[in-house]
C-alpha cells in the first residue's frame, strides 16, 4: 500500500524523464527511490516521506540537460508537492535536498546535512558506482559522443564545476576524476559498506581495460 502522493509522482517523474538519457531515466530512479528505502531501514532514522519525494524528484530537471540551471529541477518539484498538498516544511526540505544532491552542486556543502538529505546523496551516489555506474557512464559518454580512451588526454583537476561539465575527457577519465573518489564521500554507514564493494569492482574493470588497452604495448610487444 502506497501512499496516494507516492503515486502522483511516481506517475509525475515518469512523464517528465520520458525520452531521458539512458543514465538517467526512470530506471535510474526507481534505484535511487530503493536504496535510499534501504539505507533509511539499515540507518533506522530519517522520514519516509521526505526521503521517498526527494529521491523520486532529485533528477526531473538535470542542469546538464537543462542549460546548466542548477534551481529549476528544485523549483519544479517544490510547485508539484505543494499543488499536491504537502506541507510546506517538507516541501522546502526536499527542494534543497535537490538543490544540493548532485556532486557539482555539493562543493560547500554545509547547506543542508540532513539525515535524509545524506540518504539521498549516498543512494544517488551508489548508482553511479560499481556494474551499473559504469554503464551509466559509458551510456552519458556516448550520448555526448565522446572517446571511450585516449591516453593522450591526461585525467586533470577541474577548478569549478562548470569547467568540469564543459570537459569533453574520454569516458575512462571521468572513472577518475569522479567515481573513484565517491566511494570517500558516502555519508552513512551503510553507504559505505556498499561502496567498497563497488569501488572494488570499478578498479577490477579499469585494471583489465588497461590491460587490453596495452595488450600490444606490454606483453606483446617485439
Ligand atoms: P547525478 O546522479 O547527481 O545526476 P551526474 O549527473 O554527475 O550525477 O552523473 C549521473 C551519471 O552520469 C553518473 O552515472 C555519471 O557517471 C554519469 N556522468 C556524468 N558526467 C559524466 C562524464 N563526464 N562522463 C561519463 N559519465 C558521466
Ligand atoms: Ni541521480
Redesign the pocket.
Known amino acids: 500500500m502506497s501512499d496516494p502522493i507516492i503515486e502522483k509522482t511516481v506517475d509525475f517523474v515518469r512523464q517528465q524523464l520520458a525520452g531521458a538519457e539512458g543514465?538517467?531515466d526512470w530506471s535510474h530512479i526507481e534505484r535511487v527511490w530503493k536504496m535510499a528505502g534501504f539505507i533509511r531501514e539499515q540507518e533506522g532514522q530519517g522520514d519516509r516521506m521526505t526521503i521517498d519525494l526527494a529521491a523520486l524528484l532529485h533528477?526531473i530537471a538535470?542542469p546538464?540537460f537543462n542549460d546548466g540551471d542548477e534551481e529549476k529541477g528544485a523549483a519544479l518539484a517544490f510547485d508539484f508537492l505543494t499543488g499536491n498538498g504537502l506541507d510546506l516544511d517538507r516541501a522546502g526540505h526536499i527542494r534543497s535536498i535537490i538543490r544540493y544532491?548532485?556532486?557539482?552542486g555539493g562543493l560547500p556543502q554545509d547547506h543542508i546535512q540532513s539525515i535524509e538529505f545524506q540518504i539521498v546523496q549516498d543512494a544517488?551516489r551508489l548508482d553511479?558506482m560499481g556494474a551499473i555506474?559504469i554503464a551509466?557512464?559509458f551510456n552519458?559518454?556516448g550520448h555526448k559522443n565522446?572517446p571511450i580512451y585516449d591516453p593522450g588526454v591526461p585525467v586533470r583537476e577541474y577548478a569549478d564545476p562548470s569547467a568540469y561539465h564543459a570537459?569533453a575527457a574520454p569516458?575512462i577519465n571521468?572513472f577518475h576524476e569522479?567515481?573513484l573518489r565517491l566511494k570517500a564521500l558516502m555519508n552513512t554507514e551503510t553507504g559505505k559498506k556498499i561502496a567498497r564493494e563497488r569501488h572494488a569492482f570499478m578498479l577490477q574493470f579499469l585494471e583489465q581495460f588497461h590491460r587490453e588497452a596495452d595488450f600490444f604495448r606490454r606483453e606483446n610487444s617485439g
Open positions: 543514465g538517467h533528477d538535470d546538464k544532491v548532485s556532486y557539482r544517488d553511479a555506474g551509466r557512464a552519458y559518454g565522446r570537459s569516458t571521468h569522479k567515481l
